[in-house]
């Protein structure tokens, strides 16, 4: 193989001729946005998840913005992970609440450990925000006795893991198999569907809940915060002979323009279609790559996991070992055509974070995470010629 042949990111859309006619066919109906596309992707998001609910938005952002707008009260202090994109946090912070940045396991989870000793100090702590990190769920057992013993408000971010599962233990002892975002122990559960997940819409995001009236409210605020019933203002709403004024609509909170299309909500009910196959591909993407570190430098986050969803393949190499900086590694990776990424920077190391007063966390595990991890190519067309191709130059240059 030669250097210039290949141009390997670390994660891709995977677009097919049913993907392109179920946007077309969008694009000859009456509707491009609020039609029936919207619903009849939330209904699909609630088959596959086993959730009651979803609302479908713009973006993963946006469905972090609208469940912090719903979940937390100005000032209130939130349990999360300092190993994610900025949005996890950010989305504490625009609503006025405040991030506690808790360490992570050798996984690149949050751990739940940690939190539970601080939940047993803390009493004013209010919320916990979860992210499935790469795909591989937080200990759900461990969730589950977090929200029965603090009754703290529960937030999963599974940007990383839409059709991923988890094990638990029902009452009866017995072990069952569910779906990531079912939110079995959670308030709520929210993805994104940018391209480099495992299904896209373009941009977009989803919450998805089994509570009613976080349902309603998520529904409002993705749309100016205006209701079309139950108004408040009976006088402008009704005509003297008591009919209903059919123009109106009130403005009941304060929300947003966080609507999706259908012409993307259809790409995504025919990506969702394919996810499970997308998945198996990951799967067998990450045990080749298993099998071919073994017994070398380069340390996988964990052994092979079949309920991870794998929307990262993530690597731990000692650098302290070798004459090559991880920076090195990467440009010379680069070079030979191959981009390989950080998940992630540690959030409260931000300049931004820093002015309001983190960076200092004690956090041994995340920042010596931060020195050795960088993600693998992974995405469903990554071909077996493409990743022999990483195998082998990630070796030459890690000697
Ligand atoms: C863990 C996590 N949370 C939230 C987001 C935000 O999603 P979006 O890019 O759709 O706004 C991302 C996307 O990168 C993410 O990885």
Redesign the pocket.
């Given at each position: 193989m030669e250097n210039g042949e290949f141009k390997i990111p670390y994660g891709k859309q995977t677009i097919d001729e049913n993907d392109k006619k179920a946007v077309i066919e969008v694009l000859d109906s009456d509707y491009l946005t609020t039609g029936p596309k919207v619903e009849e992707f939330e209904s699909a998001l609630c088959e596959y998840t086993g959730a009651k609910y979803a609302v479908a938005v713009s973006?993963?952002?946006?469905a972090?913005h609208i469940s912090s707008l719903i979940l937390l009260q100005k000032g209130d202090l939130v349990l999360t992970t300092p190993n994610?994109?900025l949005?996890?946090s950010n989305s504490i912070l625009y609503v006025g609440a405040k991030p506690i940045f808790v360490d992570i396991k050798e996984d690149g989870n949050i751990n739940l450990d940690k939190c539970i000793e601080i939940l047993e100090k803390n009493k004013n702590i209010k919320a916990l925000y979860a992210?499935h990190f790469s795909g591989n769920p937080v200990e759900m057992e461990k969730l589950k006795y977090i929200k029965e013993k603090f009754n703290i408000k529960i937030l999963e971010?599974s940007?990383?893991a839409i059709g991923a599962n988890y094990k638990w233990r029902m009452e009866n002892g017995e072990w069952r198999i569910s779906k990531i975002g079912n939110c079995k122990f959670s308030d709520i559960a929210?993805f994104?569907?940018?391209p480099?997940?495992h299904i896209t819409t373009g941009?977009?995001?989803a919450i998805l809940t089994n509570d009613e009236e976080i349902y309603k409210k998520a529904k409002i605020l993705r749309n100016h915060g205006m209701v079309k019933e139950n108004f408040i203002n009976k006088d402008l709403a009704y005509d003297k002979k008591g009919n209903l004024n059919p123009w109106y609509y009130e403005m009941q909170m304060l929300g947003f323009n966080y609507r999706i299309t259908d012409i993307q909500c259809a790409l995504g009910l025919s990506q969702l279609k394919k996810l499970d196959d997308f998945i198996a591909k990951r799967h067998q993407i990450a045990k080749k790559y298993d099998k071919a570190f073994e017994n070398s430098i380069i340390k996988p986050l964990y052994p092979f996991n079949k309920n991870s969803a794998y929307h990262l393949y993530v690597v731990r190499v000692d650098f302290n070992k070798l004459n090559i900086t991880k920076a090195e590694l990467f440009y010379k990776m680069k070079e030979a055509g191959i981009f390989l990424q950080l998940h992630y920077i540690p959030i409260n190391k931000q300049p931004y974070y820093k002015k309001l007063g983190y960076g200092k966390e004690d956090l041994p595990n995340m920042y010596k995470y931060y020195e050795e991890a960088f993600s693998l190519p992974i995405y469903p067309s990554l071909s077996e010629v493409e990743q022999n191709y990483v195998i082998e130059k990630l070796k030459e240059n890690l000697q």
């Open positions: 973006n993963g952002t946006a972090l994610s994109f949005a996890t992210v971010d940007a990383h929210t994104s569907f940018h480099v997940k941009e977009g995001g």
